[in-house]
């Protein structure tokens, strides 16, 4: 199985870039191969979730390192101090056609278990590598928004991850 990680805002969110640090540890470990594509752009000059992505060098990338992948993982990160997602750690986005809802709920509820976290309808547009991996590339989504007041939980998600990802069966 190879498993192929997107983190569109690397540039602004050291955060993130930890957790997909953690899930690939994770997946090493579970002799899962990863590829991890990270941008080198803050999103206020190019928003690489969204659909200014189309025909970057990012997501020419991406087809590139997905095209032997049989799952695609979609870290995003945000911050507490936003009403809506004040109290949680995780969020996992769920966009109708673009992300299995079977699939986002067993990662809500693995999170569950010792952390706060919520499935929150999502617009596609505002995770174009989830859409562009489901769309046209068929591969399989999770996506998962990490909060960045909640680093100490994220090893225990990443290895939760890893396991949803090892037992996935198409």
Do not use: C, W
């Not at 986005?93 to 278990?113: H, N, Y």
């Not at 769309?135 to 100490?152: E, F, G, K, N, Y």
């Amino acid at each position: 199985m190879e498993v192929v990680i997107t983190v569109t805002d690397a540039a602004d969110s050291a955060t993130s870039v930890a957790f997909a640090k953690m899930l690939t540890a994770s997946l090493s470990y579970r002799r899962i191969e990863s590829e991890t594509l990270t941008s080198t752009q803050p999103q206020a000059i190019l928003n690489l979730s969204s659909k200014e992505a189309s025909g970057s060098d990012y997501v020419k990338d991406f087809t590139k390192i997905s095209a032997e992948a049989q799952i695609h993982v979609d870290i995003q990160s945000f911050t507490n101090t936003e009403s809506p997602t004040e109290s949680f750690d995780f969020i996992v986005p769920q966009a109708d056609a673009v992300i299995d809802e079977s699939l986002a709920s067993a990662v809500k509820e693995t999170l569950d278990r010792y952390s706060d976290s919520t499935i929150s309808k999502v617009p596609y547009n505002n995770l174009y590598p989830s859409t562009y991996a489901a769309l046209v590339m068929r591969i399989p989504t999770i996506a998962i928004m990490v909060s960045a007041d909640s680093v100490d939980l994220y090893r225990a998600a990443a290895d939760d991850l890893a396991e949803i990802v090892e037992n996935y069966e198409q």
